[in-house]
């Protein structure tokens, strides 16, 4: 491995460092035998990229073409017919609030950009949106924009690319993690003289979670799905990205510490609930 970056400013240093394979930890998908290197996934979508960049650089020259030219003198008349001489690409200097007088049977019109203007914006938006398919991520997301959606399509939307978001860190921690972790059991092992079997460490992951965009529904969706016994805390605090034993510890010593206090569980929410008079008007 070099010691410096070959694309740096010291890209002729070739210092290296040996390093066993065991110990090196080469991250990428083997779609074919005898592949070396990984593909991105964005890969097919990069000719994208300089399709949106020409028609950007297109959209901004005919708007400074616009704008360079105030306007242009015309005629109507046929060549050699009754209209004042005009000298071919002369130019007339424009005043502020002045009113202008052509030559007889000559006229003035301003460029008109109408193209490729009035196109850009769906140009851009179905590029952007071919561009994230890639990735498996929806358009709001890759524009950073939701002002063409409601909450039903930007929920479902977000599906797909959530759980492609979970396959790759069930890539990651099969490839990546438990690789690291086991030569680090194996030193905590020997240095705690535990004796205790690596094969019967259980781990899990845990990675942040998705926030819901309406944390009241999702807590009532939360509070069916335990009642009806189709999930539990752990999968319930894994999806937040916490450990559902450290949590419930935690709840536990609130809990004790309120008890020592003598607070009583309903305590805490009495300020929230505002108070009416006798009108019936919020205090």
Same mark, same amino acid.
């Given at each position: 491995m070099l010691k410096r970056h070959p694309?740096?400013?010291?890209s002729f240093n070739t210092e290296f460092v040996t390093i066993k394979a065991e110990n090196m930890i080469h991250v990428f998908r083997q779609d074919r035998p005898e592949q070396h290197?990984?593909?991105?996934?964005?890969? =097919?979508? *990069?000719? !994208?990229?300089?399709? +949106?960049?020409?028609?950007? *650089? =297109?959209v901004v020259s005919a708007a400074e073409a616009a704008a360079d030219f105030s306007g242009i003198l015309y005629t109507d008349t046929p060549a050699n017919g009754e209209a004042d001489s005009?000298?071919? @690409?002369?130019?007339?200097? +424009?005043?502020?609030?002045? !009113? *202008?007088? @052509?030559?007889?049977?000559w006229k003035m019109s301003q460029v008109d950009p109408k193209q490729p203007?009035?196109?850009?914006? %769906?140009? $851009?938006?179905? /590029? +952007?949106?071919? /561009?994230?398919?890639? *990735?498996?991520?929806?358009?709001?997301i890759a524009a950073g924009n939701s002002s063409g959606y409601n909450y039903a399509s930007g929920r479902l939307d977000h599906q797909t690319y959530y759980k492609a978001l979970k396959v790759d860190q069930s890539f990651m921690e099969a490839e990546v993690l438990d690789r690291i972790l086991e030569p680090w059991l194996r030193e905590w092992n020997l240095a705690t003289a535990s004796g205790i079997d690596l094969c019967d460490c259980r781990h899990v992951w845990f990675w942040d979670g998705q926030e819901h965009v309406d944390p009241a529904k999702e807590a009532t969706a939360q509070e069916k799905r335990l009642q009806s016994c189709t999930t539990n805390l752990a999968i319930e605090y894994a &999806?937040?990205?916490?450990?559902?034993?450290?949590? @419930?510890?935690q709840i536990a010593k609130e809990k004790a510490l309120k008890k020592e206090l003598g607070i009583g569980d309903n305590e805490f929410f009495?300020?929230? %609930? $505002?108070? &009416?008079?006798?009108?019936?008007? %919020?205090e």
């Open positions: 694309g740096g400013t010291d290197r990984g593909i991105p996934e964005i890969t =097919a979508a *990069l000719p !994208l990229f300089a399709h +949106l960049r020409r028609f950007t *650089l =297109a005009v000298e071919a @690409m002369d130019t007339i200097q +424009l005043e502020r609030n002045m !009113l *202008l007088t @052509m030559p007889g049977g203007v009035t196109t850009y914006g %769906e140009f $851009k938006r179905e /590029i +952007l949106n071919e /561009i994230a398919r890639c *990735l498996s991520m929806p358009f709001n &999806k937040q990205g916490r450990d559902w034993e450290v949590e @419930m510890r009495q300020n929230s %609930e $505002k108070e &009416k008079d006798e009108d019936g008007n %919020e």
